[in-house]
């Protein structure tokens, strides 16, 4: 039941920046962490960023290491990914996900999605 909404997807050119919003609501688990993972065609959904949920512990894929940042506002219950120097290799479909196990990049240790949003990065 917990539903997690996700905004702010976009063409964009290379170079360029988005910030994805990621909203959750429906549900009372205490702390959790949350992530961004992306899947562009043909390719396994690949992890990119999580945070916990106080916000002291980061970890980002190497690929977006230097370029995107991720946050949270727990009084919100959101989560931002800032990305920045955007290159055609991050275009993908993007999901925001929560996890009950804590800041992980594994994608089965996240047990709720969001919808998806399309990021295009070209020229």
């Known amino acids: 039941q917990v539903q997690l909404v996700e905004s702010g997807g976009a063409s964009v050119q290379p170079g360029g920046s988005l910030r994805l919003s990621c909203a959750a609501s429906g549900g009372s688990f205490g702390s959790s962490a949350m992530g961004w993972f992306r899947q562009a065609p043909g390719k396994e959904r690949e992890f990119v960023a999580t945070i916990s949920w106080s916000g002291n512990s980061t970890y980002y894929a190497k690929s977006v290491k230097g370029r995107f940042t991720i946050s949270r506002d727990n009084a919100k219950n959101t989560v931002y990914l800032q990305m920045n120097s955007l290159k055609p290799e991050d275009t993908a479909v993007y999901y925001c996900?929560?996890?009950?196990?804590?800041?992980?990049?594994?994608?089965?240790?996240?047990?709720?999605w969001g919808q998806g949003t399309q990021v295009t990065v070209s020229s």
């Open positions: 996900a929560l996890s009950l196990y804590g800041a992980t990049r594994f994608m089965d240790e996240y047990e709720y």
